[in-house]
């Protein structure tokens, strides 16, 4: 059974920083791309950064470049997602997916979705 559980979501003012994490499991993970997608209230999920796992390709929506990162430890089959200079419009649930194969941005073509972890940001 595949589970993925996130944690490190909270309440940061504007211009500071977390960092989420994604615990994989079930999962032959060399088989599949991993990423973080959020959705705020009233708003449609969306894309937000992507990593291969027996690769180096990494993914970022424009809104997040250059502030957000994407990044994993195999050994422990996490995924992070460090999020720098946050501002008031980032914050969402953020959700971490697993997709098999091949990264897209197409939210309903990933395949496993974790619980979801709110990140609360301050003005």
């Known amino acids: 059974q595949v589970q993925l559980v996130e944690s490190g979501g909270g309440l940061v003012q504007a211009g500071g920083s977390l960092r989420l994490s994604c615990a994989a499991s079930?999962?032959?993970?060399?088989?599949?791309?991993m990423g973080w997608f959020r959705q705020a209230p009233g708003k449609e999920r969306s894309f937000v950064a992507a990593i291969t796992w027996g690769g180096d390709s990494t993914y970022a929506a424009d809104s997040v470049k250059g502030r957000f990162t994407i990044s994993r430890d195999n050994a422990k089959n996490t995924v992070y997602l460090q999020l720098n200079n946050l501002r008031p419009e980032d914050a969402s649930v953020y959700y971490c997916?697993?997709?098999?194969?091949?990264?897209?941005?197409?939210?309903?073509?990933?395949?496993?979705w974790g619980q979801g972890t709110q990140v609360t940001v301050s003005s």
């Open positions: 079930g999962l032959a993970s060399s088989l599949y791309v």
């Open positions: 997916a697993a997709k098999k194969y091949t990264y897209s941005a197409d939210v309903p073509s990933w395949d496993y």
